[in-house]
């Protein structure tokens, strides 16, 4: 039987039995791993809690890992027919450095007997010689990437976000609210190459505006605490993309907006930033 997997609040890691543990607390706000990307961090805990929740299937704490239940995992996790949700070679690779980041910290520090991810030497594409975890999958696909063609982007535009059937008409039982919305993000996306959490924390005055002197690109800043990199950088969209957005604003959005401040839904808001007055 599956036991309940740990989970993080905040920073803090709780086991099945509603205990904090101080070393991992630690781990996740006094390491490397504090300066990790959010996403990574949020891929990461996942990967702990899994393995954590496999460790505690057998009666041990995180600390208690072995070379050899490190190996039975992987077995688990990878290959066994008993677990119906197995993963591959590039999954399980993250997880597996999600691991090694931990327990080297965890040895380093002597809160572990020994590291339980044994580590080999290899040589790297450029010759030199770097160490990897032993039980690192040597098929590993790094991207499952499928091209699509402009064409093809906008059938899919179209029929999964528009709600036009195959043919590009549209269905008459589509009963989306937001497609205005969820287009205009969309091809935002497509357009300038912003990646997806950086697109979608985009306020609408951070978004490039149509020029009266016209431009086939418009510049837009992204800030650096929203980015990968933690990096400010430009990125650049399509004016047919801009005014597809500025269009959305201006209509379907502004109707919605008029509509709660009728209804006073921000007046109780703590904090309200005003960005123009009709």
């Known amino acids: 039987m599956r036991i309940a997997l740990g989970f993080i609040l905040g920073i803090r890691f709780f086991s099945p039995?509603?205990?904090?543990?101080?070393?991992?607390?630690?781990?996740?706000?006094?390491?490397?791993?504090?300066?990790?990307a959010q996403e990574t961090k949020r891929n990461y805990t996942?990967?702990?809690?899994?393995?954590?929740?496999?460790?505690?299937g057998r009666g041990k704490w995180w600390s208690e890992a072995s070379a050899d239940v490190l190996w039975d995992f992987e077995d688990?996790?990878?290959?066994?027919?008993?677990?119906?949700?197995r993963v591959g070679?590039?999954?399980?690779?993250?997880?597996?450095?999600?691991?090694?980041r931990l327990y080297e910290w965890a040895a380093q520090r002597e809160y572990v007997l020994a590291n339980p991810v044994l580590m080999r030497t290899v040589t790297g594409r450029t010759g030199e010689v770097v160490l990897v975890?032993?039980?690192?999958?040597?098929?590993?696909?790094?991207?499952?990437v499928r091209w699509l063609t402009p064409r093809?982007?906008?059938?899919?535009?179209?029929?999964?976000?528009?709600g036009h059937g195959a043919d590009g008409l549209p269905d008459a039982g589509w009963a989306g609210r937001l497609a205005d919305r969820n287009a205009a993000f969309a091809d935002l996306l497509f357009s300038s190459g912003v990646r997806l959490a950086e697109?979608?924390?985009?306020?609408?005055l951070e978004i490039p505006r149509l020029q009266l002197e016209g431009g086939r690109y418009y510049a837009g800043r992204l800030a650096r605490v929203v980015t990968k990199s933690k990096r400010a950088r430009t990125f650049y969209a399509s004016s047919v993309v801009v005014g597809e957005v500025e269009g959305y604003v201006?209509?379907?959005?502004?109707r919605v907006v008029r509509r709660a401040q009728a209804v006073g839904r921000y007046d109780g808001l703590p904090m309200r930033l005003v960005t123009h007055r009709c």
């Open 17 to 36: 039995d509603y205990r904090v543990d101080e070393v991992l607390s630690r781990y996740l706000c006094r390491s490397s791993f504090a300066r990790l």
């Open 46 to 56: 996942d990967d702990y809690c899994l393995f954590f929740d496999f460790l505690w």
């Open 76 to 85: 688990w996790r990878t290959r066994s027919p008993r677990n119906p949700c």
């Open 89 to 100: 070679g590039a999954r399980w690779n993250r997880g597996l450095a999600a691991l090694a």
């Open 133 to 144: 975890p032993a039980a690192r999958a040597k098929n590993a696909r790094t991207s499952e």
């Open 152 to 162: 093809a982007f906008r059938r899919w535009v179209d029929v999964g976000l528009r």
């Open 199 to 204: 697109g979608a924390s985009l306020l609408t």
């Open 250 to 254: 201006e209509s379907s959005r502004a």
